[in-house]
């Protein structure tokens, strides 16, 4: 399991009108290819009356799945370019479509290349682009009498609060990245004077959101 890669937030669309085109991305994300296909499908049904629907899409932890296609465009106009915005990007498990409607005037290859990457660029604004790291759940559980302080130190440093379960003694849930196990260890056997027993739970991909 890779223990951070980026990736769309989820759904995503817009449009952009170059020389009186229509070229309308729409953005999804996609664990296997089954997934990807059938989003582009979607799309094609959506636009049958479309003058293109050009695809691409990006899979796998170690992107060994890439597929591009230009329906119907100048070879290398469309997919192409669609997919090195993907790439670019370091983008995983993301499928994109962009229809065109034609609108009179020719944009030559160059003009095709620029577009269709402009459009996959906006429809990827739209959708989001998050960031997805391994984490590890760590549980501390804890004397009530340490609560207040441990759950006060929890919230003001770099780690998350997953869950706080209130039973005979309270059990803190937090994320920690793998390689900051051991140093969450230490700094809670440190904070409670060594009065808490801190075990690993499982692991879980954890998203957060990137500027673009």
Not at 107 to 128: I, Q
Not at 187 to 204: D, F, P, Q, V, Y
Request: hydrophobic letters at 35%; one cysteine or more; aromatic letters at 10%.
């Amino acid at each position: 399991m890779l223990e951070a890669y980026y990736t769309v937030k989820g759904y995503g669309e817009a449009e952009i009108i170059i020389e009186k085109s229509r070229f309308i991305c729409y953005v999804e994300r996609a664990t296997t290819e089954e997934e990807a296909v059938r989003f582009i499908h979607q799309i094609k049904k959506k636009h049958w009356d479309a003058t293109h629907n050009c695809s691409a899409y990006i899979i796998g932890e170690h992107d060994h799945i890439q597929k591009a296609n230009d329906d119907g465009e100048p070879s290398g106009t469309a997919g192409v370019p669609m997919l090195e915005v993907l790439k670019k990007k370091k983008l995983k498990d993301t499928v994109v479509v962009v229809t065109r409607y034609f609108g009179g005037i020719k944009l030559g290859a160059g003009g095709l290349v620029r577009a269709y990457g402009k459009a996959v660029t906006e429809g990827l604004k739209a959708a989001g682009i998050v960031e997805r790291k391994l984490m590890r759940i760590m549980h501390t559980t804890i004397d009530y009498t340490w609560l207040g302080k441990v759950e006060n130190e929890l919230r003001a440093s770099t780690y998350s609060i997953k869950d706080i379960h209130y039973a005979e003694h309270v059990t803190i849930d937090t994320y920690v990245e793998e390689k900051r196990k051991d140093e969450f260890r230490a700094w809670m056997i440190e904070l409670t004077n060594g009065k808490s027993a801190i075990s690993e739970g499982e692991h879980i991909y954890v998203e957060f959101d990137v500027a673009q």
